[in-house]
């Protein structure tokens, strides 16, 4: 699935932490560039959200309880209405490494929180071209 840049607001997009301020701060940056966001705890509860709906991207952190981001990303790979949503993985462990091993994975990009909000859309930005131009 490829992202339409130019048409943001048509995005819609599902977030997937546990940590409560994340979600909070990181859905209402998205909303204001007038993407819609639906939001998830863990990577059960995002499969289940996937059952009626698809996203446009998802953005999901890679240590959750129940169903980490890694589980879920094999989940949704595996699944033919879901292997080719963009995946980027969202994490506050921005050790050396991380985010080849994310992107070896199979996720289509790495964003390290804590998020800047006035650079969100550029960040964005910037992990899937690191992917794609990497």
Request: glycine share 6%; charged share 25%; proline share 5%.
């Amino acid at each position: 699935m490829e992202l339409n840049w130019d048409n943001i607001t048509e995005w819609n997009i599902l977030l997937v932490d546990d940590e409560p301020d994340n979600i909070e701060v990181v859905a209402e940056s998205l909303e204001f560039y007038g993407m819609s966001v639906r939001t998830a705890e863990n990577g059960r509860i995002a499969l289940e959200a996937l059952m009626d709906w698809l996203p446009d991207l998802i953005l999901m952190d890679l240590s959750m309880p129940v169903m980490d981001g890694w589980e879920t990303l094999r989940a949704l790979r595996a699944d033919p209405q879901t292997q080719t949503i963009p995946v980027l993985a969202f994490s506050a462990h921005a050790i050396i490494g991380d985010a080849e091993r994310a992107l070896s994975a199979g996720f289509n990009g790495y964003l390290t929180k804590p998020v800047n909000v006035p650079t969100l859309l550029k960040d964005l930005r910037s992990a899937f071209k690191e992917r794609t131009t990497g």
